[in-house]
């Protein structure tokens, strides 16, 4: 059976809509007019009467009537029904796909192909044009054709979009399951790569890779673990097409990392040569994807400056969207999701790499305000390079999630005045219901009651479909009807009532009955934490440095000098060497304060050391967005080179105090000695009691 391209996006649209389509929004977003949608119908229902399946049409409002079942099979056998044209999107990623793999195209020849004018074409050319970043062009010369201006880089990146759009992360992930490798769905697969990628080399690509994936401690999400595949996948492609990525700007720095080895095993053990013939550029640009896709850090390391960075950022992002919002947002849960999906983030940011995000439509359709709001909000807190708006869609998601559980998690009662009888006000109250779910308690009285009832009960809202006149309250006069306008008014109120996330849910202490196992578990972690704070508060010191110092270097010297007082075994040099030469970023300033802070493990330190300097005359160092900045306070933290996994979350959650805590930033700027001291104890102490639980 074939089918026209505007026939088959409008059974796509039936098919994923959860609610009801509209024939004007279908035209619109189809470029037509209604009378040509209303046309294109007749097809649609003779398609879906084939599948026992109904078009319900009324009043401009289409529906899909049938079995969940039958619905279902269709919705699978849609993708293999063929058709006789190309919609103007699949279109425009068929030219793409033919300007990045060729140059010097002929309108005549892309018309032919397509069957389509060359005035088509040409609009096609605009259009796609109007979607590509501002440093790639497509240049038409008379004589010679298209060619798109870009470079193997950007290229690549265009690529992997078109391949996003075209085969979802989730069909990939089938594909690569072994019971999902038939000979129809390898037909279906080639088909839809755009011939940009060969199916053998997206196996030995996922083979590599699985490999990789499995043997690494770190987490890696399935979207990301896909993503990884394409890009590795068009990387060979290129590379085996003779286009080389011979140098990458930041290969030098790449090469640093300790993913270059295992991007450069990849692609050795894909294109089967030696590693040390693999072209260092595209190792680099592998180690980029590498770098991108990992959302967690291993806690074998001494916390990063670049985790610090991003926990300093989100915080940024939380206090500006709250602020927004006007409503405080639950920290630690959104902190957790934020950090894991901005660290990939930035680096992604940072070396200009694009992702795609097939919800990004959907989001700014559903959440358009929330989008506008943490755009904003970004913007503002990252301003080293423009974020694409489908970073800034996955950041709403997670705003979007707390804010969805916030509100199922608010329980609002009101009282309902109606004088128009009892199916008036139960119609009202069902639909309040139905429109604010957070309504859970709703009762209808009648004027006269009004006052007994409501000084019975402690009710967060009044509605009244009649005018209460002079009242001491506050109260929304409504239509028996209930107008969107008034629906939305409603909402509103009640999510102010909520606008601070301070419920606090009073609990009875319940008795636990422990096994012996877990008894014996409960109080090692306990010895544990507690060693850990005991060595701590051991080592703690705020001491004064009077000597004006002038450098970083003399400070770091003065420093780990006077720390053989407390630990004669230190090797000074060694650890000057680690600050100064180390090239891994381990003394750093924290933008808005006057703080520096210095970490670094090193194997002549046998118990963790957190000091604190205050100097005599401030120093200059790097800060993380890698400016210069003054500091006359130094935070020190040494740990030893074999350290417990509870001691690297202790020694990591002391370092969040000088990112996260402002008062800790105060007492430290401006405090006493005693207040820092009183300050630091307190909370470490109640961390590692928390901790011990």
């Not at 050391?609 to 500091?631: A, G, R, V």
Request: hydrophobic share 40%; net charge negative.
């Amino acid at each position: 059976m074939y089918l026209s391209a505007r026939a088959r996006l409008i059974m796509e649209q039936l098919l994923t809509n959860s609610r009801p389509v509209f024939i004007n929004e279908l035209a619109e977003d189809l470029s037509v007019s209604v009378r040509t949608i209303r046309r294109d119908l007749k097809e649609v229902e003779e398609t879906l009467a084939s599948y026992q399946l109904e078009l319900m049409k009324e009043h401009g409002i289409l529906t899909l009537s049938g079995l969940d079942s039958d619905k279902q099979r269709f919705r699978w056998q849609l993708m293999d029904l063929s058709y006789n044209e190309y919609s103007p999107e699949e279109r425009q990623q068929k030219i793409l796909k033919e300007l990045l793999k060729e140059e010097g195209l002929k309108l005549v020849g892309l018309a032919n192909d397509l069957n389509v004018t060359i005035s088509t074409i040409s609009k096609d050319l605009t259009k796609i044009e109007e979607r590509l970043p501002n440093t790639i062009r497509i240049e038409r010369r008379r004589g010679l054709g298209v060619c798109l201006l870009a470079n193997e880089v950007q290229k690549r990146s265009l690529m992997s979009e078109l391949f996003a759009q075209q085969f979802p992360d989730y069909q990939l992930l089938n594909f690569f399951q072994e019971k999902s490798r038939d000979s129809a769905t390898s037909d279906w697969v080639e088909g839809r790569l755009l011939d940009l990628v060969s199916e053998v080399v997206l196996k030995k690509v996922e083979g590599n890779v699985k490999r990789w994936r499995n043997s690494n401690f770190e987490a890696i999400s399935d979207e990301a673990y896909a993503n990884l595949i394409v890009h590795i996948t068009i990387s060979v492609e290129r590379m085996i097409a003779g286009n080389f990525i011979q140098t990458y700007e930041t290969r030098d720095e790449m090469m640093s990392y300790p993913e270059f080895p295992v991007a450069q095993k990849i692609l050795a053990d894909i294109l089967e040569m030696e590693p040390e013939f693999v072209p260092k550029g595209e190792s680099a640009y592998v180690t980029t994807h590498i770098r991108a896709v990992k959302t967690t850090e291993s806690r074998s390391h001494f916390m990063e400056n670049e985790e610090l960075e991003v926990l300093l950022l989100v915080n940024k992002l939380i206090k500006s969207v709250e602020y927004e919002l006007q409503q405080e947002l639950p920290k630690e849960l959104l902190t957790k999701g934020l950090i894991a999906h901005l660290r990939p983030t930035l680096r992604r940011l940072q070396q200009g790499m694009r992702i795609f995000n097939p919800l990004i439509n959907s989001i700014k359709q559903n959440y358009a305000d929330l989008f506008k709001v943490v755009r904003q909000a970004f913007d503002q807190v990252y301003q080293e390079k423009p974020v694409p708006d489908e970073e800034i869609g996955y950041l709403v998601l997670h705003f979007g999630a707390v804010l969805l559980q916030l509100e199922s998690e608010n329980c609002f009662s009101g009282l309902v005045v109606c004088a128009s009888g009892i199916g008036t006000s139960r119609m009202l109250v069902t639909r309040l219901r139905q429109r604010i779910p957070q309504l859970k308690k709703l009762e209808t009285v009648s004027l006269f009651e009004l006052g007994r009832k409501k000084a019975a009960g402690n009710y967060n809202v009044i509605i009244s479909t009649i005018d209460l006149g002079q009242v001491d309250f506050d109260y929304f006069l409504v239509s028996p009807i209930l107008t969107e306008r008034e629906l939305s008014q409603i909402s509103i109120f009640l999510k102010s009532l909520h606008s601070g996330y301070h419920k606090k849910i009073a609990q009875e202490e319940q008795a636990v009955q422990l096994t012996l196992f877990e008894a014996t578990h409960f109080l090692e972690q306990q010895q544990i934490f507690t060693s850990i704070g005991l060595a701590l508060l051991k080592n703690f010191g705020y001491f004064k440095l009077n000597e004006k110092l002038g450098t970083m270097e003399d400070t770091i010297r003065v420093i780990c000098t006077q720390l053989l007082e407390k630990v004669p075994s230190i090797d000074v040099e060694a650890l000057v060497r680690t600050f100064l030469y180390d090239g891994n970023w381990k003394a750093f300033g924290i933008p808005e304060t006057k703080i520096g802070m210095f970490h670094a493990r090193n194997e002549s330190i046998q118990e963790p050391i957190f000091q604190l300097f205050s100097l005599e005359q401030p120093i200059s160092i790097e800060t993380m967005d890698h400016t210069k900045m003054p500091i006359d306070r130094i935070v020190l933290l040494l740990v030893p080179e074999k350290f417990s996994q509870e001691g690297l979350e202790v020694i990591s959650y002391i370092s969040t105090l000088f990112v996260d805590s402002q008062q800790m930033i105060q007492h430290l700027e401006n405090g006493a000695n005693e207040e820092v001291t009183s300050y630091f104890v307190q909370k470490l102490l109640t961390y590692i009691e928390s901790r011990g639980k």
